[in-house]
């Protein structure tokens, strides 16, 4: 059993960053594939970025292209999502997940395991 942990959020102003991490604990987690998504109230769950188990292959939505970054510590059993310029509808619960294979994928029933999601809220 995997448990993920997300920290980071906050209320921030728009044009402003924030870095999101994910601990992971319970599982292997460098041979895991991870992805970071969002869920904006009274919208579906929505991809954001996905990088493989080396971190040599990463996926990104269109709507952070350029503004997001997502990255992992295998050794501190960690995934990152730096965000930056955020913009209003940037606001929304980001989760992380783990998927059980070793390749970045933006398909939400890929991943197995979930976090309990972590508050970005930015202000116009």
């Known amino acids: 059993q995997v448990q993920l942990v997300e920290s980071g959020g906050g209320l921030v102003q728009a044009g402003a960053s924030l870095r999101l991490s994910c601990a992971a604990s319970?599982?292997?987690?460098?041979?895991?594939?991870m992805g970071w998504f969002r869920q904006a109230p009274g919208k579906e769950r929505e991809f954001v970025a996905s990088?493989?188990?080396?971190?040599?292959?990463?996926i990104y939505d269109h709507s952070v292209l350029g503004r997001g970054t997502i990255s992992r510590d295998n050794a501190k059993n960690t995934v990152f999502l730096q965000m930056d310029s955020l913009r209003f509808e940037d606001t929304a619960v980001y989760y992380c997940?783990?998927?059980?294979?070793?390749?970045?994928?933006?398909?939400?029933?890929?991943?197995?395991?979930w976090g309990q999601g972590t508050q970005v809220t930015v202000s116009s």
């Open positions: 997940a783990a998927r059980l294979s070793s390749y970045a994928s933006r398909n939400t029933y890929h991943y197995a395991y």
């Open positions: 319970g599982g292997t987690f460098s041979s895991y594939a």
């Open positions: 990088i493989s188990w080396s971190g040599n292959n990463t």
